[in-house]
């Protein structure tokens, strides 16, 4: 039976950490004296309200979550998170209605970053710092920020962390979830320190580097600029962006082996990691060639923007700095296949993630060698470790799922009259909390604006299913889940 009171509890405690937040914002608004003051403060007193009253009705819980409770806590602290994050935008009258308002906000905290504002330029700093924030906060998990700052607020929270990280192992760097998520948080909190000094550094204003390192190292792709990376026409700028966003992409576990423990070596033995490298380079060097043949771009700047494209959709970051949408479209099958496969499991990065991808070459190798020995016994290893029968079985299952989802989306925006290449990228998009799109009437420099509403509702279902990797919604819908027993 689900504990409805524990659920409570920690909802609670976590919409008075999201009023933390706002007031934060606060702080922004004053600093630069704008009218987004009372927005935040409403806001706030709104979540903090709300906050109190799910503590109340929890007053009495325990503090040991299930499996089951711990799958319901997370996809419903997304879900609520979301629903009060929205607020700032329709009490100032920056959204003007709830459907783009929590479309930019569930974009945001699943670090999506796709936009329904044409013209991001006209708001006031406190927005464009909340909407940074946002995605900066969900890069790692937002109750995984509760478990390293209040590990004893929530019980089980090995189980949270099964079923709000992404990928299919859930790799620790201290047998306490609790130091692991701090070890993990302080790495973030330091890449995003030295992208902010970087940034600051190469030219940029210090808003526009503080706003620019939380989207960079969360891969999220929100910019206070309409123009994205290009506004700065600057390559330093844009090779600094390509550099963190490709850290942020590698698994944190492996970045804090490398840093702390000086095993250099062993991240490049890592065969995910080698995977992620090869996918990089690779389509840096063919979509260099194809904008250097077709496109007449000199060399520097068709690998400098070959280079940021590429890492900017494996990582699922979104930012830009040249629009994909004039290249040739071989090119766009090429970010298409980045977009989908993702980065490292472990990192701030969406999609299907390289790991799985290794996992799969390696079932087929021993499939294609099991025709040839029917008797043999062909374990799939990873790193020299053998993977469980079980971790196969879900793999096959999550990749079957993910296909599922992009068909049944993407035939539902082409129902609606939404171009082809535009239907497939959006939902791929969103199942991979990319951002950008490629096609004509949605491309990777525009706005979401003009999807119908429905389809904004169905958009942001999928990038909390991208954000918490499918099975951890799906399973809620199941009549096994809501069984006594």
Known sequence: MVNYRIISKIIGHLLLIEMLFMLVCVG?????????????ILSASATAMAGLLCKYFGRHAGNNLSRRDAYLVVTAAWVIFSAFGMLPFLIGGYISNITDAYF??????????ATILDDVEWL?????????????IGALGIVFFTIAILPSMVGGSTKVFAAEVTGPFKSKIHPRLSTSAKWLWSIYLAITCACIIAYWLAGMPWFDSLNYSMTTTATGGFAPHNDSAEYFISPLIEYISVAFQFLSGM????????????????????????????IV??????????????????LERAFRCSLFQVVSFITTTGLFNDDAGQWPHITWVVLGCCMFTGACAGS???????????????????????????????PVKINGQNVPQDKITGLIAFFAVYIIMCVISATIMIAVGIDNTNAITIALSCLSNVGPTLGTEIGPVMSWSCLPDGIKWICSLLMLMGRLEIMSVLVLFTRSYWKEN
């Open 251 to 278: 698994n944190f576990v492996l970045l804090y082996a490398m840093v702390f423990k000086g095993q250099i070596v062993n991240v490049f033995r890592n065969s995910e990691f080698r995977m992620y490298l090869s």
């Open 104 to 113: 930019e906000t569930m974009s945001g905290f699943t670090t999506t970053g």
């Open 28 to 40: 922004m608004s004053l600093l630069y004296d704008e009218d987004d003051v009372m927005a935040f």
């Open 281 to 298: 380079f690779a389509s840096t060097l063919f979509i260099m060639y194809m904008l250097i043949s077709c496109n007449d771009y000199d």
């Open 124 to 136: 006031p700093h406190g927005i464009l710092f909340w909407r940074s924030l946002m995605q900066w």
């Open 348 to 378: 701030t990065s969406g999609g299907f993630k390289c790991i799985r991808g290794v996992m799969i070459m390696k079932v087929l190798r021993n499939e294609f060698r099991r025709i040839l020995h029917p008797n043999a016994v062909l």
